[in-house]
């Protein structure tokens, strides 16, 4: 097995991690001086959201350049400080590719942007107006139109997600080649994988066509009408040969709109990254891209037969990147479980599930203190640009902005973006400024040191089952083998010796006791368990001797 199949990922959000200046956002001296932090939760690998130059239309992911550290952050300096102490940590550090897109000013789009015919002309998505308008009717994912007028050029540009955020032409091999330097740039600054986002948006249709609307706006996503286009493979394969083969470094890819069917070709032996993030399991409200307004009812029923998928596509070949919780999702514990659970229960079955599926478990920051989320009284107050994008939707579709707002209170990306709760004391330690978004209302009882001094916290819960996975090695290596699969509530299943049942409901539930095959209680997250018996979000690892 390789070493990231049987680690602990940390996905880490620089901006909101630790302020080391006072600015209200996070740097990267903040990630240096927490790495003891970091260790004590057992993880092998850190992830950062991108921390390259950037004018922050979407938090970092639109980068003006791949090779430079955003002053906000720090310095290379920082950077490669960071990479030695963390090394000497026992923790690789994962960057964050953003190659489907730049920012606007990055000198690779301003020289593209400045007429037809420079070197980087080729560079961007580039049509001509279509009968004085937008070249087809798809909407950016973030709202408003996928195409942005260009002035100087006089066409329009492409962009999947804000018009901050130019598509690059991945078809232009330069691009690629350029693209595939920088990844290599961040290999030899020591870089232990890359976690590549958006990935499926990178190839484009040969023919640029309107969709069918699927909004009031007369648009379509663009989403429906380029993601995953065949062909992709071609240039991952591509990718992978000129990056990462042959090197100590692993990849996961973001995939939206690629199905748990389509995995096998995607990762595995002859696939082109070792996992992918598949979302149909934390996507269960919406059929497709997200639509806030528009969510669909679910059921634990749904959510089991979306893990189970993804476990039996990866069986023989291939690896899954367990997770719940990212940057763009809000907290699960008050997000997956009926309103009134407990949040330290309904986050640590979550946990449970998280630290014993086949696959390696990526922990989202905070997450390991089982964080809820923020229901701000105004959409000024959020920040997040998919907020403010869903908000504008909802109400061009009819939605009062009472209903508009609630719809950004359930699905928020900010949720997930609050600063870290350090201790109690004022901004929750994060910084001596002022946070460039709120400290969550409820640091002062919830944060790592309260947690820390709480053998029955979330925060504990975490730090054991990374040691129980350290020390049961059928936790990585054996065979995921559901059991209950009909069971409306309960999700159950057999790592080898160990076994594994977690209710997912707030009711007590029993089941055939014999399935414990009299395993003696390694971690329960009530005192006290009785046989064929789960108490309302229970969550219950046996050891079978
Ligand atoms: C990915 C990132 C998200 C970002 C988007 C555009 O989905 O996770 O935060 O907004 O790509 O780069």
Not at 182 to 196: L, S, Y
Not at 404 to 424: E, G, K
């Amino acid at each position: 097995m390789k070493w990231w199949q049987k680690t602990i990922v940390y996905e880490l959000y620089p901006k909101s991690f630790l302020d080391t200046e006072g600015q209200g956002t996070g740097t990267i001296r903040g990630i240096i001086e927490k790495l003891d932090y970091l260790e004590s939760l057992g993880i092998g690998a850190v992830w950062m959201t991108p921390v390259c130059l950037s004018p922050m239309v979407d938090n970092g992911y639109d980068i003006a350049d791949y090779c430079q550290i955003d002053p906000s952050y720090g310095t290379m300096e920082d950077m490669e400080e960071l990479f030695a102490q963390a090394e000497k940590h026992h923790i690789r550090i994962v960057m964050d590719l953003v190659f489907n897109h730049t920012s606007d000013q990055n000198p690779w789009f301003i020289e593209s942007s400045s007429s037809k015919d420079n070197p980087k002309s080729s560079w961007y998505i580039w049509r001509d107006a279509k009968d004085g308008r937008e070249p087809t009717n798809w909407r950016g994912i973030f709202g408003g139109s996928a195409w942005t007028w260009c002035e100087k050029r006089q066409q329009y540009y492409l962009h999947t997600f804000a018009a901050g955020q130019p598509d690059l032409n991945w078809a232009d091999p330069d691009v690629r080649k350029a693209l595939y330097d920088a990844a290599n740039f961040w290999i030899d600054k020591g870089a232990g994988g890359f976690r590549i986002d958006a990935i499926t948006y990178i190839r484009k249709p040969d023919v640029f066509e309107d969709g069918k609307p699927d909004g009031e706006d007369g648009m379509i996503s663009v989403h429906d009408m380029t993601a995953n286009t065949p062909g992709i493979l071609e240039y991952l394969h591509e990718f992978k040969e000129n990056v990462t083969e042959g090197k100590d470094v692993f990849t996961v890819g973001e995939a939206n709109g690629v199905s748990a069917a389509e995995l096998p070709e995607w990762v595995g032996e002859n696939g082109v990254f070792d996992m992918l993030f598949e979302f149909s399991h934390i996507n269960l409200e919406f059929k497709g891209i997200e639509t806030w307004c528009r969510p669909r009812p679910w059921t634990v029923s749904d959510l089991k037969a979306a893990l189970r998928s993804s476990q039996n596509m990866t069986k023989d070949n291939g690896w899954v990147p367990v997770f719940f919780e990212n940057h763009d999702k809000p907290r699960c514990p008050d997000h997956f479980f009926p309103k009134g659970c407990s949040r330290n229960k309904a986050a640590k079955a979550i946990g449970m599930i998280l630290e014993t599926m086949r696959g390696t478990p990526f922990v989202y920051q905070g997450q390991e203190l089982g964080y809820g989320n923020v229901a701000w009284p105004s959409i000024d107050c959020y920040n997040d640009i998919s907020s403010h994008g869903q908000y504008a939707f909802a109400l061009s579709e009819g939605l009062s902005e009472t209903e508009a707002l609630a719809c950004v209170h359930r699905f928020s990306r900010d949720s997930a973006r609050t600063p870290m709760q350090w201790d109690d004391s004022a901004n929750a330690g994060f910084t001596s400024g002022t946070p460039w978004l709120p400290v969550h209302e409820d640091y002062r009882s919830d944060n790592v040191k309260t947690q820390s001094d709480d053998p029955d916290s979330v925060l504990h819960w975490y730090m054991k089952l990374a040691e129980i996975r350290k020390t049961y090695s059928d936790l990585t290596d054996s065979a995921y083998d559901e059991m209950l699969e009909e069971d409306s509530c309960i999700l159950a299943y057999r790592r080898g010796r160990m076994r594994i049942f977690v209710n997912l409901s707030d009711q007590p539930c029993t089941y055939d006791g014999n399935l414990e095959d009299n395993g003696k209680t390694v971690l329960c997250s009530y005192p006290s368990h009785t046989k064929g018996e789960l108490q309302p979000l229970e969550a219950i690892l046996l050891e079978v001797l």
